[in-house]
């Protein structure tokens, strides 16, 4: 009887020290499978002859961010931060006493709902639109050096089964003619 | 030896001998990404081609000559193992002084963020999957080393690249590669 109950507590350990998951309760399955900028690339370009006065159009930098969600548990994206950093890594732009520039914004991601989603790639695919230029990312980059700018971004939000979800990507914003 | 310690000690030779040689543990696969071949500019070339007059006149600092910069770096994995790039770094270096250029971070180069999944293969019709990291490796000051270097002309320049990142399984990624930047008047 002793060594049965021995026996059980050791398999207990084991299954606690290996990061046991509830398998009545399981967490979303997700990742950022691509950022992109707008015109072909996986970064933003910005201008200097159009980012001034009335030639500044947001639509420009209108980016993407790619989510996959592997398996039934769906997630609701609840907020998105973003950090501007120079090419040694400071915080750069008036964000930066902020901590970055935040805001609650409110996307589903769906869950897989059959197996034909798994045919074309690995889950199911939703997209969501951020725009990292604004008018004092645009008076950065014509001052930091190699007018580049990298911006972290961090979305944060909640999955169906109560799990805290943050996953976080950067990208890379590139000023031409400043 | 007692016959009692014998096959302990087999075992442990054959563990040993695994480690030296480089064992990988099946359970726990890395994934086989290589790097194919660059589509550049609009027409998808295998170099950049750059006509240093348009940088001298500002015309490559225009939204509308944008596609003349694209950068695409195919990579293709062989492996069940999924993988996602983070960032790529650049070394620029002048094939007519053979040196780094101190103006675009000399020997450090420069490090730019993205972000591209490599699916893993998930059936058996492919012997890999084909994946497509849209760069932009010309940057302002590259521009600008061109306009205020003619000699770039003679030889143009070379971007080493090294894409970093890490697979499903949490193993690092690092592959290398060269891209050759054409200057031409």
Known sequence: MK????????????VVLNGCRNPFLPASDVFISYLYGPNEAGEVSVYSAESGGTMFSISNYRSFAAFVVRNKV???????????????????????????????????????????????????????????VDRRVITELATVSSNTINCLLVFRGEDDTGHDIRLSASITIKGYGF | MSKRALPSCLIAAVLALSAASGCRNPFDPEADVIFDRFFCG?????????????????????????????????????????????????????????????????????RFYSSLYLSGLNNNTSAYTTNLLQMKVVTNELLDHIKNNAYTINGGIDCEISFHGVDDNGHDLKIDTTLHIEVYE
């Open chain 1, 3 to 14: 060594r049965a109950l021995s026996l059980i507590g050791l398999a207990g350990l084991f």
């Open chain 2, 42 to 110: 609009a027409t998808y070339t295998y170099v950049l081609l750059i006509e240093r007059v348009k940088v001298t006149n500002g015309v490559l600092y225009g939204r509308a000559e944008e596609g003349k910069l694209f950068v695409g770096a195919q990579l293709l994995n062989s492996s069940s193992v999924s993988a996602t790039i983070k960032s790529y770094t650049v070394v620029y270096k002048d094939v007519y002084t053979g040196a780094p250029i101190s103006s675009c971070g000399g020997s450090a180069g420069r």
């Open chain 1, 74 to 132: 769906g997630i609701n994206i609840t907020s998105l931060t973003m950090v501007y950093t120079d090419m040694a890594g400071n915080q750069v732009t008036e964000y930066s006493k902020s901590g970055g520039k935040s805001f609650k914004m409110y996307t589903r991601l769906y869950p897989v709902q059959s197996n034909s989603e798994f045919s074309a790639g690995e889950g199911r695919v939703t997209t969501v639109d951020f725009y990292p």
